[in-house]
């Protein structure tokens, strides 16, 4: 069978030859044209197959390429933002999300595996806890005119070792919250001229971590969750030259959001949202506000808060926040809208390419933890 690849697709994969000596390149080229075509799990094995390479005398040079072979996963997912940028995105705000992921895994010969609630199976009122890897993947968000829906790409994804694995180890250990802290940072390097938007669920709306992300030399927005108990305050007032001690880092306390929901004087205004959770246009009730969020001990982060209420009673109240307080109260609603995709495209991984095939992700996980744990060395990320 000819495997020569189409003109087309070997365009689009051309700027990933440099990460690849020749042999290699002719493996990886077959490889992605056979999970192309390839139908249900993506095996070496089912590529090989549907290649009519499945004689072939040397079918372990295939496998190689991603258990053996050197090249860098990191170098192929700036490619592969830059593509997509390129494409989708020439100009204006790059909006991105980032979640993590469960993949359900059991054996011995996966040591970086731990014990994590199972986000698929859990509710409010059961915790279902799986065996398996974290995935931490960043993702574009971006509007793909042809399909008339936003579509979650992810472009780099790394593993989030178990605390077990890192003392095992002894590796320096590294919560979810820095490794998306490192992300972000490696990916505002990528494109330092661009304004970045990322779109993260509550489990990442950290202040020390929003502030070192949001308050440096090269700042990145955050849009996530806000608490309607977090602690609100005016900003500090202007010092003056008769002002003694130390600065002061906060002004005067605001009112719970909680209160600010309940208050008869609050003013809301109607905002209608485009693509509402798969639902088309919605009309929401909001009303924002600026404030610095402060704990005791922790950075003070400037913020826009947005609290979001349903006119039909559909979903309970919520509140939002912005580390640009520049952003419109829309702006900040669809763009963490967005974030719903990041699940579809999980659900779609998991479905149609075999994300928990043993045979697929088995043999990579800890070559991917070989090539991340290289980040170690530099602590100031």
């Known amino acids: ?50 290649m009519g390479l499945n004689q072939e005398e040397h079918f372990q040079n295939y496998h190689r390429v991603l258990n053996r072979a050197v090249w860098s996963s ?7 933002l830059m593509l997509m940028v390129t494409v989708f995105l020439p ?64 472009f780099l994804t790394v593993l989030a070792p178990s605390e077990r ?10 919560k979810l919250i820095d490794w998306a ?7 505002k390097r990528w494109l330092p001229n661009r304004e970045l938007v990322v779109v993260a669920d509550s ?14 030399v090269m700042p990145v927005h955050i849009i996530t969750r806000l608490r309607l108990d977090a602690a609100l305050y005016e900003p500090a007032p202007e010092r003056t030259s008769q002002t003694m001690g130390r600065p002061r880092l ?6 719970n959001l909680e209160q600010v929901l309940v208050d008869s004087q609050t003013q809301w205004q109607t905002i209608k949202v485009n693509r509402w959770y798969g639902e088309g246009e919605r009309l929401v009730s909001c009303c924002t506000g600026t404030a610095v ?15 979001v209420r349903d006119p039909l009673g559909k979903f309970e109240s919520q509140a939002l926040l912005s580390t640009n307080q520049e952003y419109s109260p829309k702006q900040i609603l669809e763009w963490f809208v967005r974030r719903w995709q990041i699940e579809v495209t999980f659900e779609e991984v998991r479905k149609h390419l075999g994300i928990e095939t043993q045979l697929v992700f088995g043999q990579t996980s800890q070559l991917l933890v070989q090539h991340l744990h290289c980040w170690d060395y530099f602590p100031w990320l």
């Not at 802290?181 to 990916?187: K, T």
């Not at 906060?250 to 009112?255: E, N, S």
């Not at 969020?293 to 826009?304: F, S």
């Open 1 to 50: 069978m000819n495997t020569t690849i189409p003109v087309e697709i070997a365009s689009i994969l051309l700027p990933f030859r440099v990460l690849f000596t020749k042999p290699v390149w002719c493996h990886v080229q077959t490889l992605v044209m056979g999970a192309i075509l390839t139908t249900g799990k993506r095996t070496i094995t089912s590529v090989m197959v549907v």
């Open 74 to 80: 990191l170098e192929a997912s700036r490619i592969l």
């Open 91 to 154: 100009t204006g705000p790059i909006i991105m999300g980032i979640d993590d992921t469960i993949e359900r895994r059991k054996g011995k010969k996966i040591k970086a595996k731990g014990i994590y609630r199972d986000p698929v199976r859990s509710s409010n009122s059961q915790v279902v806890k799986v065996s398996g890897l974290r995935w931490l993947s960043m993702m574009l968000l971006v509007e793909v005119s042809w399909a008339q829906r936003i579509w979650a790409l992810p």
């Open 165 to 174: 694995y890192s003392q095992q180890y002894k590796l320096r250990h590294k």
């Open 181 to 187: 802290r490192q992300i972000i940072f490696q990916v």
């Open 203 to 216: 489990s990442f709306a950290a202040l020390e971590r929003m502030a070192a992300v949001s308050q440096g």
């Open 250 to 255: 906060k002004g005067a306390r605001l009112p």
């Open 293 to 307: 969020w402060y704990h005791t001990g922790l950075p003070v982060v400037p913020i826009r808060w947005v609290l």
